[in-house]
T-cell receptor
Framework: TQLLEQSPQFLSIQEGENLTVYCNSSSVFSSLQWYRQEPGEGPVLLVTVVTGGEVKKLKRLTFQFGDARKDSSLHITAAQPGDTGLYLCAGPTSGTYKYIFGTGTRLKVLA | DVKVTQSSRYLVKRTGEKVFLECVQDMDHENMFWYRQDPGLGLRLIYFSYDVKMKEKGDIPEGYSVSREKKERFSLILESASTNQTSMYLC???????????FGPGTRLTVL
C-alpha cells in the first residue's frame, strides 16, 4: 500500500516563528501537490512540484521535492495566524493514476 | 478562476432517508471525485468518474452510489442514510487522472 506520511501531525507555534512540515513515502511520485485546508472548507491547491530537487517559493512558503521524488517539505518563514490550517501533501504514484493524500499536518499559529 | 461548487454547505438528515449531494465544476474537467473526510482518518475516496456515465469505485464505496449524466455535474447518493455516514463530504475535479485536484467547499452532513 502506498502511503504519504506527514510529520509532525500537530504543530502549535507563535507568530513570527519558522517551521518545516515533512511528507515522506517509500514510493516514487511523478509529482507532488501541497494543499491548505481551513476549518469548514475544502483543500486549496498551493503548489505542484514535478522535478526531483525542485524548490518553489510562494511568498513566505518554500516547497522542496526530494531528489528521489519520494519526499517533500514545506517551510514557512515568519508564520502568521493566517497560515493556520491543515496542510496536505498529495500526488499520483509513478506509473499509475492513483492519487493519494498524506495524513496531514494541523498547524496553529498563535498571535 | 477554477470553480467547484457543492449544493449544500450543511445538511441534516434522518436515518433511512435518501440523500443527494450535488457537485458542479465549470472547468470542463474530465474527472470528478467524491471524498469523505473524518478526524483521524484523512481523506478517503468514495467514487470517481473519468467521463460522462463512467464511474469507478474508490476505497470506501459501500452505502454510496454516484451519477454523472453531464460532464460538469457529479452526484453522490446515499440510498439509505445511516449515522456512520455523518461526515464532511468533499467533491473535486481534475483535468487528467493523476493531476492536481480542485475542491469544492464541502458539505457537512449529519445523519440523526
Amino acid at each position: 500500500t502506498q502511503l504519504l506520511e506527514q510529520s509532525p501531525q500537530f504543530l502549535s507555534i507563535q507568530e513570527g516563528e519558522n517551521l518545516t512540515v515533512y511528507c515522506n513515502s517509500s514510493s516514487v511520485f511523478s509529482s507532488l501537490q501541497w494543499y491548505r485546508q481551513e476549518p469548514g472548507e475544502g483543500p486549496v491547491l498551493l503548489v505542484t512540484v514535478v522535478t526531483g530537487g525542485e524548490v518553489k517559493k510562494l511568498k513566505r512558503l518554500t516547497f522542496q521535492f526530494g531528489d528521489a521524488r519520494k519526499d517533500s517539505s514545506l517551510h514557512i518563514t515568519a508564520a502568521q495566524p493566517g497560515d493556520t490550517g491543515l496542510y496536505l501533501c498529495a500526488g499520483p504514484t509513478s506509473g499509475t493514476y492513483k492519487y493519494i493524500f498524506g495524513t496531514g499536518t494541523r498547524l496553529k499559529v498563535l498571535a | 478562476d477554477v470553480k467547484v461548487t457543492q449544493s449544500s454547505r450543511y445538511l441534516v438528515k434522518r436515518t433511512g432517508e435518501k440523500v443527494f449531494l450535488e457537485c458542479v465544476q465549470d472547468m470542463d474537467h474530465e474527472n470528478m471525485f467524491w471524498y469523505r473526510q473524518d478526524p483521524g482518518l484523512g481523506l478517503r475516496l468514495i467514487y470517481f468518474s473519468y467521463d460522462v456515465k463512467m464511474k469507478e469505485k474508490g476505497d470506501i464505496p459501500e452505502g454510496y452510489s454516484v451519477s454523472r449524466e453531464k460532464k460538469e455535474r457529479f452526484s453522490l447518493i446515499l440510498e439509505s442514510a445511516s449515522t456512520n455516514q455523518t461526515s464532511m463530504y468533499l467533491c473535486a475535479s481534475s483535468l487528467r487522472l493523476g493531476n492536481e485536484q480542485f475542491f469544492g467547499p464541502g458539505t457537512r452532513l449529519t445523519v440523526l
